[in-house]
C-alpha cells in the first residue's frame, strides 16, 4: 500500500517530499529548506522567502511591514491559531491560516542578514 503521508508537490522545482502539513523545500537562493511560518519554533530568527496568496493577502502583509526578505522573531506559537510575531520592535499576531502561507528560513543567531 502507497505511504499516503508522504506527497510530491508540484509547486516546489526539486520535488522535495512533503511529510503532512509542514511542506518542506529549498529556497533557490540560499539553498536552505524553507517551511511554513506556522511551523517555526517560540524564539527562532526567520526570514520570509515567498508569500503564497493572492493580492490582497500580500496587501494585507505588506501594511504589516512584511514583505519577502523581512526578518521576523517568533514570540508565540502554541499551535492552536495565533501566531505572535517580534517585526522592528512590534508585536504582530497572525492567525495559522495565514502564517501557513508564508514560507521562511531559519537565520542563524550569527546575524545573517
Known sequence: MENLITMYSRTTLDKTPQFGLACMSRSRNTGKATLP?????????????SLNGGRGFHDRLAGLGLRIGEQVE?????????????HEG?????????????????IERGGDK
Do not use: C, S, W
Open 37 to 49: 511560518l506556522r511551523m517555526a519554533r517560540e524564539g527562532e530568527r526567520v526570514r520570509i522567502i
Open 74 to 86: 517568533i514570540i508565540q506559537n502554541r499551535m492552536d491559531g495565533k501566531l505572535l510575531l517580534g
Open 90 to 106: 512590534t508585536r504582530l499576531f497572525l492567525g495559522g491560516g495565514m502564517a501557513h502561507k508564508i514560507q521562511v528560513v531559519a
